[in-house]
């Protein structure tokens, strides 16, 4: 918008400032040539009288006269040239009145062999035979025309800067809630569903306003009955499933199972187990997507944290580190429980999918401090390091494995719930790097 404004300003400064240049210039040219017009009659009028006395000579007569300053004036007798001063360009100079001239005609015209140009006034004499020329150097309208082509371009110049300033005024007032509308589409696609406009008394954007509001409101009403369906279908499930893992049970301790029928067993006991995983993990971003679930955040360094998941998954604690090496305790604001879930999802991940957990590092970076968990797997593709973290997704487009699907994405969204950031790198030798970002809490006091 401002572009436009500065290029319609632009248009109609140019077309003023051209349309005045040249209405001033015939007026000024047309002034001009009235006054050497005046000026020729008057020197044509004494050199005629004089030649007219009895012995007169036209040098005498040129020399006799004081014509205008920057003015030359010749006269032509007897097919002989004369100059008021020793310049003999008489011929070239008038050339452009001398038809005129020879047909009994006052001439004026303009010739653009000196520099400014100059005003051409021819007069007949026929009285003495003779042909009067004045040439007058036209420098002041030169300096006139372009003094006045200088200030017309800075005019249009100054419009040009003041439209665009105007356009930029207007366009950030106009859209002003167009960029209201983006920032809030930003925080609702970020998962911010209490973002709300401002009402205005603007009819043009009270509709627009209005249906944004209700658009985000149906969006997190259908959100929330969508989390609270799942949840619902998850915690129905329970019994049945529960039920299920006690007959299984039953069945595994059995005598006298054909080694078939333990094959079936077994392959159900899997798959159920997976099943309850599944169901568990779905409850679990049931709670997460409806804000629930949360026990009170406490303050504790983030070794412990590690210490603790990897006591949970099997592991021994010499694979943990901390950078730099004897760095003080780096404490953060968690809810234990759900941090630990982070924590042993992705050293389990490591485990099933990574070729084995390699190690797990505390970064300390801070303002924040860096939890990686690395694996010695193949590593993940760099296009899909962002899908993995969606639901049911699975690295290399599997369609089926020993986990829900869910546990990146449970492991996302409590992070993000804690303030914090969790992505996938490339570990140098090979293998992936998950690296579980968190703000730093101060030391609470003992």
Avoid at 163 to 189: E, F, H, K, N, Q
Avoid at 265 to 271: F, P, Q, T
Avoid at 307 to 317: I, K, R, V
Avoid at 393 to 411: C, E, F, M, Y
Wanted: glycine share 10%; proline share 4%.
């Amino acid at each position: 918008m401002t572009i436009a404004f500065a290029l319609g300003a632009l248009l109609l400064s140019a077309s003023l400032a051209i349309g005045t240049y040249f209405s001033a210039r015939h007026f000024l040219v047309e002034q001009r040539e009235r006054t050497a017009l005046r000026q020729a009659f008057t020197d044509a009028a004494r050199v005629r009288d004089n030649l007219q006395t009895s012995g007169a000579q036209v040098d005498e007569v040129l020399g006799a006269l004081s014509p205008p300053s920057g003015a030359i004036i010749y006269v032509r007798r007897h097919g002989e040239w004369y100059s008021s001063t020793l310049d003999g360009g008489g011929p070239d100079l008038t050339a452009t009145v001398q038809p005129a001239v020879a047909d009994g005609s006052v001439g004026v015209g303009w010739n653009g062999a000196t520099d400014p140009p100059s005003v051409v006034v021819g007069v007949p004499l026929p009285a003495v035979d003779a042909e009067y020329y004045e040439v007058s150097v036209a420098e002041e309208l030169d300096r006139t025309l372009w003094t006045l082509a200088a200030a017309l371009a800075g005019c249009a110049a100054i419009t040009t800067l003041a439209g665009a300033g105007v356009g930029r005024v207007v366009s950030r007032r106009v859209l002003a809630p167009l960029d209201d509308v983006t920032t809030a589409a930003v925080r609702v696609s970020a998962g911010d569903m209490s973002t709300r406009l401002e009402t205005t008394d603007d009819p043009d954007l009270a509709a627009l306003v209005g249906s944004f509001n209700h658009m985000v409101d149906a969006l997190h009403h259908r959100i929330e009955r969508d989390a609270r369906f799942a949840a619902d279908v998850s915690h129905e499930l329970r019994t049945p499933v529960t039920t299920l893992t006690m007959s299984l049970s039953l069945l595994e301790d059995a005598p006298d199972l054909s080694p078939r029928t333990e094959q079936a067993v077994r392959l159900m006991g899997d798959e159920l187990d997976r099943f309850r995983r599944a169901l568990e993990d779905l409850l679990t971003l049931g709670k997460l997507d409806a804000g629930r679930g949360e026990t009170e955040r406490v303050a504790v360094t983030a070794t412990e944290l590690v210490s603790q998941a990897l006591m949970a998954t099997g592991h021994a604690l010499d694979v943990a580190s901390v950078e730099p090496a004897g760095s003080a305790d780096i404490w953060v604001h968690v809810d234990r429980p759900q941090m630990l879930r982070v924590l042993t999802n992705l050293i389990r991940n490591a485990d099933l999918h990574g070729g084995g957990l390699t190690g797990v590092t505390v970064v300390d970076g801070g303002d924040v401090v860096d939890v990686e968990v690395q694996d010695h797997g193949p590593g993940v593709p760099a296009a899909e390091r962002t899908r993995i973290f969606e639901r049911f997704a699975r690295a290399g487009g599997q369609k089926r494995g020993t986990g829900s699907g869910l546990g990146l994405s449970i492991v996302e969204q409590t992070v993000r719930a804690h303030h914090g950031d969790v992505w996938c790198t490339e570990r140098h030798g090979g293998g992936a790097v998950f690296v579980v970002r968190l703000p730093v809490a101060n030391r609470p006091q003992q």
